[in-house]
């Protein structure tokens, strides 16, 4: 009995491991905030 | 438009909002020009730079590359202000003339949430003139980039590069260094620019000025390169098909439009327009689920750029440094000014008034007429980067004039359109002068940077001093 439980442990442990093995990497999702060239500008005349 | 108390609102109000954000400058942030400074303006121009960086304190930068701008100052005034920033400046080829080794961070890599975001900054070669009589020295970047590339890839999820490089060499960055993802370019002069895609990297820059910021929302997976969004695309084709199968079912409701419609030829001709726009949306999501099919997963970006209106509101401790440096910047000048000064050639407008009283009254009215009094009621009238655009004779290069000017060149006089007056007084008859300001004359001041809007043959239409 003992025994059964622990084949059945690791056939499905082998089984999550190879299935995620072979699943498509998720996206990550990331905003990037970017600016250039602010040149010294503090704020804006006029 | 601009400044970076919106910026820092605008900031401030999506990091509440999103979950995974990264926040990168280019480099260029801190001077006008990509030269030194002009001793004139060094005291000003370095003040304004330090708020900068205070306020870029508080918006909490992830990195930012430098440039040749930021070193207009010198090394060891930029040197001084990098001790004092909170957030990393890079550059991975301005290395020390003796050892050889990098000045600056040359790299960092970012933790947001798992997710390992590698920033490399490359310093372009105009830095070379900044650099001169200093202990550094610009190294040629292939080299390098080549080794940081090969170090940072198999660590990171995402390499970016801040460059400060000339378009030619982004794109042969793009083109022989496709383990970068994104590169933010500085520098360029080219306004808002789309993300591009080049070979397999994202080139992105945005407009001058903090006039706008930019903001690319991506999902990523370093396993597939950029491409299109089909899910997107796909999700707006099958809306619009969802309303037009609507709209044909109302119309085959009542029966065969052919027979029902046959004497009503506009609906006959919407139904069949329907028709038609329904097998067009039908085709293309077929086209789209086939491209779909044969690239199943992209990695894709969104982008916008966010207008930093005057009406956007301000984050309250950026608005207080901002404040609180343009009154240092005023004070500075105040403290420069040195007597009172009358421009060779220039009379005044009040000696312009003595023969030509209804111009000079209409000009009293006018918004050049008071130019100067805008300056006092915002207490920049020292501020060497406003002045020279609300004084008569005067332009970028010689502003310090404008700090002892004789209170009769103050506004933007007849003489800022017509030329100096000295000549036409003494001789009216013989001396003409200039009737119409040519474009050039205009856009002294109002070209883009200050005035978007300008339209010289409407501007010169509407004078109201005439």
Redesign the interface.
Known sequence: MMRNIIIIFFFFFFCISVLSAGA??????????????????????? | MGGLSKKGFELEKRRKDKARILTVDAGALLFKHDKPLAPGRKIQDEIQAKGIVAAYNLLNYDAVGISAYDLAAGLDFFQEIAARSKFPWLSANLVEKSSGLPLFTPWVIVEKQQMKIGIIALTGSRAATMLSDSKGKLVDWHRILTNLVGELQPKCDLLILLSNLSIVENREICRDFPGINLVVQAGIHTGNMNPVLQNKTLLCHVDRQGKYLGEVSIRWAKKYSWGQDYRIKLLNRKRSLDRINWQLKRLENRGDPAQVDKHKPGTLQKYKFLKARQRELQNEITVINEKRRANPQNSTWKNQFIAMKVSLADQADVLKIVNDTKQQVNEAGKSQARGIKMMKSYIGSQACGKCHAEQYANWGKSRHGRAFHTLEEKGQQYNLNCLYCHVTGLNQDNAVLGLSLDKNLHNVGCESCHGPGNKHQNEPENQQIILKPSARTCLACHHDEHDDSFIYEKAVADLNCR
């Open positions: 498509a990497p998720s996206l990550q999702e990331l905003t990037i905030y970017y600016s250039n060239d602010v040149r010294g500008e503090i704020e804006p005349c006029g």
